[in-house]
């Protein structure tokens, strides 16, 4: 498989954006916990926002694939930094494909203009995993639903303008599959708190919060797709973003590789440099064939969700890869960089803790897993 042309070129139009934007502030995003959201605005009026979001909406038109590719070289220069710029459409999949037209025409060109960063509230203190255990519940009154409980772990939860909630809309329903809605809220409104989470081990540079609802009303109108359909509606949610995900880690893991790459020609050890070491080469020569598996697995599940061929278990099968793969290589990485690996002024060990994400969110890598076998089983071969 060949990147086209126009691809090509968001490739190297993303990186340098990342390489001029925020390379040399990473460091410093990463210490204080905090981001400059002037550059999500900038990155918004460039185009790297939101671009698998239909021209008819004011998007670009691309797809899945497109806004992997972006994501893989703005984490590649920086993971909390990149997380902020691709995470600021989360959510955006799930308006475009259950909104009303009025919804979509609404909400969609704020988000790809970067005047509003919205965020998608699934797990909660309790529910993670299984999200058929969430307790958050939205009880329709009259023209609103009324929503009280809380979330956790909640990206963009203290930025965001706009949450998507996951909610219990109808607790007597016997089927746990069928008790949820998605409702989207307006961070305004009162009732809703959010309080940032602090002394995460990586992607600090992320804004991630503690919500909590206390009869918080929204307008029946932003129930988003149907009632008692939440549950369907976010597995095919993660079907769209888990691929994005898988590109996250295929960026810190070709960050990492390139970091590794550099210190070992550079570091002079037993008459040359480490590069000449047969045993070192074959770290580079194994994290790079890694890299390149997962890469093809994340392209080739984002181009058949993009020619409606999707496979759920190539999309988990790229997530728990990728996610494996930039624990391995930023680990190996730090190995190679040796005892200056193990101090803050070198960029890997940043990447070391940022890597660590991609196993867990989004489903971790044990329900990638069995999201995989679950695919497989069912099927007649
Ligand atoms: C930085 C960060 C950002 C996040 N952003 C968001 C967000 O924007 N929105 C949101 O809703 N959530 C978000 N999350 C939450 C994240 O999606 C959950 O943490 C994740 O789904 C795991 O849920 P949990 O933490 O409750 O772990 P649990 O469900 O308690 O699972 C713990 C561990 O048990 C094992 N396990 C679980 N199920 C199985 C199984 N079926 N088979 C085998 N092993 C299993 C796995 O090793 C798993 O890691 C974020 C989390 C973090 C840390």
């Known amino acids: 498989m060949e990147l086209t042309t126009e691809q090509k070129d968001i490739v190297s139009a993303a990186r340098e954006f990342a390489e001029k934007e925020f390379r040399d502030r990473a460091k ?7 981001f400059d959201l002037s550059i999500v605005r900038r990155a918004a009026e460039n185009g790297f926002v939101g671009v698998f979001i239909k021209e008819e909406y004011g998007g670009a038109g691309l797809g899945f694939l497109e806004h992997s590719l972006i994501t893989e070289q703005m984490w590649r220069v920086d993971p909390g930094c990149g997380q902020n710029i691709c995470s600021a459409s989360f959510g955006a999949e799930m308006i475009q494909a259950f909104g009303t037209e009025g919804q979509k025409q609404f909400y ?5 203009s970067g005047e509003v960063i919205i965020g998608t509230a699934i797990t909660e203190p309790d529910a993670g995993s299984d999200v058929t255990l969430v307790k958050t519940r939205a009880e329709k009154r009259g023209d609103r639903y009324v929503i009280n409980g809380s ?12 949450l998507l909630v996951y909610a219990v809309t109808d607790p007597d329903v016997k089927d746990v599959h069928k008790r949820c809605s998605i409702v989207l809220l307006d961070t305004a409104t009162a009732g809703f708190a959010a309080t940032r989470i ?5 992607i600090r540079a ?11 009303e929204v307008p029946a109108e932003n129930l988003i797709g149907q009632e008692g359909r939440g549950f369907y509606q976010l597995m095919d949610f993660f079907n769209m973003t888990r691929n994005h995900v898988a590109a996250q880690g295929v960026g810190v893991a070709q960050g990492a590789l390139e970091m590794a790459i550099s210190h070992v020609k550079k570091r002079k050890a037993f008459g040359g440099t480490l590069s000449k070491l047969q045993g070192v080469q074959f770290k580079i020569a194994e994290m790079a064939t890694r890299i390149e598996a997962a890469r093809a697995l994340y392209w080739r599940a984002a181009y058949l969700l993009d020619n409606g061929r999707l ?3 190539l999309v988990s099968m790229a997530k728990w890869f990728a996610g494996e793969t930039a624990v391995y290589v930023a680990n190996e990485s730090l190995q190679l960089h040796g005892g200056y690996g193990y101090i803050a002024e070198y960029d890997i060990q940043r990447f070391y803790r940022d890597a660590k994400i991609i196993e867990i969110y989004e489903g971790s890598k044990e329900v990638e897993k069995a999201v995989i076998a679950s695919e497989l089983l069912r099927r007649i071969y």
């Open 28 to 34: 410093e995003f990463d210490e204080k916990e905090e």
């Open 108 to 112: 969609l060109p704020k988000i790809i």
């Open 151 to 162: 979330k956790m772990f909640i990206t963009n939860g203290c930025t965001a303008k706009y």
């Open 198 to 202: 602090h002394g995460k081990m990586g």
């Open 206 to 216: 992320s804004n991630t919060a503690e919500i909590a609802f206390s009869d918080v």
């Open 311 to 313: 496979d759920p278990a």
